[in-house]
């Protein structure tokens, strides 16, 4: 696999490695320093696992398990904090993350997976989305748009801001994006703490953007913290996965898979979960029956970040029309649970099954991997991005293998 290529003049790199922000102006003893800390922190508020901080190796092919007739293969392996994907040019693969900064453009018009980075030194920029030639990034309260990005990938054009309303806060900042088949670009603002009161009109919601101009139009509320969603394309419904609070114990609440059928659609955070549990702090006397229900309950504490509709070919038909979701793990969970990926089977509008599909990141407590999204390539395979481990995979399937 060829070796990355990091575009960005002047950017700092220790033993060939690019540096993150962080390292970059702290320097390492400083950033050991602060894990060190951030560890002692997590232990001292009662955290029962840190599987998904501590350093590990990370997973091979032949440790992940998949239904019979599908492989698994590294698709690029220096993609650091790899986060949401997004098709670009045949060939082209856009990839953001949080804590590099970074933006990056996998190339494989040549087969040689060369990595590009197009950008750095941004906040949390890790949500992609491509359209008409312009590359779109979620950076917090700004989007910005680099036009034409796929002429150059090593001199990477300068972004214009598309939008800076959205709000600054870091808390379930960071952002999945997608255009919707109105043309819109659909942003979701997470409430910006484990449980409370949203306290701007944009928190706790998934809106939309014309791009061309204007403030973003709210299109469902309740939404604690989705950092994943697809449009189911006969429809063109909203589906989105949304992670559940903290601290009510192991096996409560749920993640949620969810379905918006009209615009302005609560889903009931701060005052309920799941399908009908109340908050204990935050209720405020609400029936959960005002609010509308998950389309699926998904494992407690999972952490379900990116979803796809499978619209490919390559795969047998019963994933054709399921959702694929990027499940990243627990962090507080006292058993570990996530770190796989897993589908729905969609019939009729209904979520009616949920299984793992890949898994295998996950042993026992130690984690070699996160999943944090999932991408449909053209040709019908499936890449999955890994923020621990750096990687891109692929999912291919033949049959009688």
């Given at each position: 696999?060829?070796?990355?290529?990091?575009?960005?003049?002047g950017?700092?790199?220790?033993?060939?490695?690019?540096?993150?922000?962080t390292?970059?102006?702290?320097?390492?003893?400083?950033?050991?320093?602060?894990?060190?800390?951030?560890?002692?922190?997590?232990?001292?508020?009662?955290?029962?696992s840190?599987?998904?901080?501590?350093p590990?190796?990370?997973?091979?092919?032949?440790?992940?398990?998949?239904?019979?007739?599908?492989?698994?293969?590294v698709?690029?392996?220096?993609?650091?904090?790899?986060?949401?994907?997004a098709?670009?040019?045949?060939?082209?693969v856009?990839?953001?993350?949080?804590?590099?900064?970074?933006?990056?453009a996998?190339?494989?018009?040549?087969?040689?997976?060369?990595?590009?980075?197009?950008?750095?030194?941004?906040?949390?920029?890790?949500?992609?989305?491509?359209?008409?030639?312009?590359l779109?990034?979620?950076?917090?309260?700004?989007?910005?748009?680099?036009?034409?990005?796929?002429?150059?990938?090593?001199?990477?054009?300068?972004?214009?801001?598309?939008?800076?309303?959205?709000?600054?806060?870091?808390?379930?900042?960071?952002?999945?994006?997608?255009?919707?088949?109105?043309?819109?670009?659909?942003v979701?603002?997470?409430a910006?703490?484990?449980?409370?009161?949203p306290?701007g009109?944009?928190?706790?919601?998934?809106?939309?953007?014309?791009?061309?101009?204007?403030?973003?139009?709210v299109v469902?509320?309740?939404?604690r913290?989705?950092v994943?969603?697809?449009?189911?394309?006969?429809?063109?419904?909203?589906?989105?996965?949304?992670?559940?609070?903290?601290?009510?114990g192991?096996?409560?609440?749920?993640?949620?898979?969810?379905?918006?059928?009209?615009?302005?659609?609560?889903?009931g955070?701060?005052?309920?979960?799941g399908?009908?549990?109340?908050?204990?702090?935050?209720?405020?006397g609400?029936?959960?029956?005002?609010?509308?229900?998950?389309?699926?309950?998904?494992?407690?504490?999972?952490?379900?970040?990116?979803?796809?509709?499978?619209?490919?070919?390559?795969?047998?038909?019963?994933?054709?029309?399921?959702?694929?979701?990027?499940?990243?793990?627990?962090w507080?969970?006292?058993?570990?649970?996530?770190?796989?990926?897993?589908?729905?089977?969609?019939e009729?509008?209904?979520?009616?099954?949920?299984?793992?599909?890949?898994?295998?990141?996950?042993?026992?407590?130690?984690?070699?991997?996160?999943?944090?999204d999932?991408?449909?390539l053209s040709?019908?395979?499936?890449?999955?991005?890994?923020?621990?481990?750096?990687?891109?995979?692929?999912i291919?399937?033949?049959?009688?293998?």
């Amino acid at each position: 696999m060829a070796a990355s290529v990091y575009t960005a003049a002047g950017e700092p790199t220790r033993g060939g490695r690019a540096l993150s922000p962080t390292e970059a102006q702290w320097g390492m003893p400083a950033v050991t320093a602060l894990v060190a800390i951030a560890v002692a922190a997590l232990l001292a508020v009662g955290c029962g696992s840190l599987t998904g901080f501590l350093p590990s190796a990370s997973a091979e092919p032949g440790d992940i398990t998949l239904p019979p007739g599908f492989q698994i293969s590294v698709y690029a392996g220096d993609v650091p904090n790899a986060r949401q994907m997004a098709a670009g040019p045949d060939g082209i693969v856009f990839v953001g993350s949080r804590s590099e900064g970074k933006v990056y453009a996998v190339d494989n018009r040549n087969g040689q997976h060369r990595v590009h980075v197009l950008a750095s030194r941004l906040n949390q920029p890790s949500g992609v989305a491509f359209r008409d030639g312009a590359l779109y990034v979620a950076a917090v309260n700004r989007i910005l748009r680099f036009r034409d990005v796929a002429r150059d990938l090593e001199r990477p054009p300068k972004p214009d801001i598309v939008s800076d309303a959205y709000p600054s806060d870091a808390h379930h900042g960071w952002k999945f994006i997608a255009f919707g088949p109105d043309g819109r670009l659909y942003v979701p603002v997470g409430a910006p703490c484990n449980i409370c009161m949203p306290p701007g009109p944009l928190h706790s919601t998934i809106t939309k953007l014309d791009i061309a101009g204007g403030r973003p139009e709210v299109v469902a509320r309740g939404v604690r913290n989705s950092v994943g969603f697809d449009f189911q394309p006969e429809s063109g419904e909203l589906w989105f996965t949304d992670n559940g609070r903290d601290w009510l114990g192991d096996d409560q609440p749920p993640d949620e898979l969810n379905r918006l059928t009209r615009p302005g659609e609560h889903f009931g955070f701060p005052y309920c979960h799941g399908d009908g549990l109340r908050d204990p702090e935050q209720n405020a006397g609400r029936a959960c029956t005002e609010f509308t229900a998950p389309a699926r309950l998904l494992g407690p504490h999972v952490a379900a970040l990116g979803m796809r509709f499978y619209t490919g070919r390559m795969f047998p038909e019963r994933y054709r029309g399921g959702i694929f979701i990027a499940e990243h793990g627990s962090w507080n969970r006292s058993t570990p649970i996530g770190y796989r990926v897993t589908f729905v089977k969609v019939e009729g509008g209904r979520a009616t099954s949920y299984e793992p599909f890949a898994s295998g990141w996950l042993k026992g407590a130690s984690a070699s991997g996160r999943p944090a999204d999932v991408l449909v390539l053209s040709d019908g395979s499936l890449l999955v991005s890994d923020d621990k481990a750096g990687r891109i995979y692929r999912i291919t399937y033949a049959a009688g293998r």
